[in-house]
């Protein structure tokens, strides 16, 4: 299986190389359209602000291609938010893949929402076998509103989508590569799809 991790400088992408090779898996890093397109499957992580991330992506061309890939393709984190249409981070337009709006944590609360919760209402193949309740590692100051796009469920003082899913793209607000056995197994279910 050809598994390509999108490398646009603002990744935490050893810890999802690792959790990948944990499944068997030895994927490339690229930020090469050509080896993206032909990827089997495409994961897109992200740590950092909105607004030079999607800077990086608009110089690569990279925000081009992603939204038009027929394969899998897994957002990790800010990867996820930049897959939404807008982003309250720097008042940063995303990619548009998910109709959804990407919104700042009220100031009262603690930021980031560093840790483990849960995710509930859970749907979709990448949460085949696995329970409402379960626990996943979190870290993230912005979070992307419930949608008919929410495929789980998480609380912080409100409810926001811990995932999301149209068509063929994913993405999760959590770290599946930090989740444990947990991420562990919603990464082997994508690999799946």
């Known amino acids: 299986m050809n598994v390509v991790i999108v490398d646009y400088g603002a990744g ?37 602000h909105a ?6 992506l608009q110089a690569s061309g990279i925000d081009i291609l992603l939204p038009r890939l027929k394969q899998p393709l897994l ?14 981070e ?4 995303g990619l548009g893949i998910f109709d959804v709006e990407v919104i700042a944590f009220e100031k009262n609360l603690k930021v980031p929402h560093i840790g483990w919760n849960s995710i509930e209402q859970l749907q979709g193949p990448i949460f085949k076998g696995i329970d409402n309740g379960s626990y996943i590692y979190m870290v993230h100051s912005y979070y992307a509103a419930l949608s008919s796009e929410t495929i789980a469920v998480c609380h912080y003082d409100v409810a926001y989508s811990a995932a999301l899913a149209k068509d063929n793209f994913f993405g999760t607000q959590f770290h599946p590569e ?9 990464l082997k279910n994508f690999l799946a799809i």
């Open 90 to 93: 720097g008042n940063t337009n």
């Open 178 to 186: 930090k989740s444990s056995v947990i991420g562990n197994k919603i």
């Open 75 to 88: 957002g990790i984190c800010l990867g996820m938010q930049l897959m939404c249409s807008h982003s309250e």
């Open 51 to 56: 607004a030079a991330a999607m800077e990086k």
């Open 12 to 48: 935490n992408i050893q810890s999802v190389l690792f959790a990948l090779e944990r499944q068997g898996v030895k994927a490339v890093l690229s930020n090469e359209l050509e080896v993206i397109e032909k990827a089997d499957k495409v994961i897109f992580p992200g740590v950092g």
